[in-house]
């Protein structure tokens, strides 16, 4: 019982929660780039605008920050072959390898506002 206290601690320390309103930012956001903006609304918008799915939140540079940490090389990888929640390829079987550094650089980045 004392240990899941502490790994039940442990992980709920650090990193803030995302909100309702980081939540709307992230629905709004599209790349400026039309044809990486096709690609972001048909294989990412659903996971990664919606907290529930526990997918990094997109434009909440907290849940980016320790991914960003293990280099792009990485996490392009993470998204080809697929890791923990994400399936290989991120649901976008026509993105090449250039196509997922820029949907994760859009993603970590901080969005505007549009309320």
């Known amino acids: 019982m004392f240990a899941a206290a502490l790994v039940l601690a442990a992980c709920s ?7 309702p309103a980081d939540e709307r930012r ?21 996971c990664h605008a919606s907290i529930i799915s ?3 939140l997109t434009g909440f540079a907290a ?13 392009v990888a993470h998204v080809r072959d697929g890791f923990q929640g994400m399936p290989a390829r991120g649901f976008c079987n026509d993105c090449n390898d250039q196509d997922f ?6 993603m970590s ?3 505007n506002s549009k309320e």
């Open 109 to 111: 980045q901080p969005q």
């Open 63 to 75: 849940h980016w920050q320790a991914r960003l940490q293990q280099g792009m090389p990485t996490l």
């Open 54 to 56: 526990k997918a990094p």
């Open 13 to 19: 320390k650090g990193l803030p929660e995302a909100g």
């Open 26 to 46: 992230a629905e709004a956001a599209r790349p400026t780039d039309a044809l990486l903006a096709q690609k972001y609304e048909r294989a990412c918008l659903t």
């Open 101 to 106: 550094a820029a949907l994760i650089v859009f």
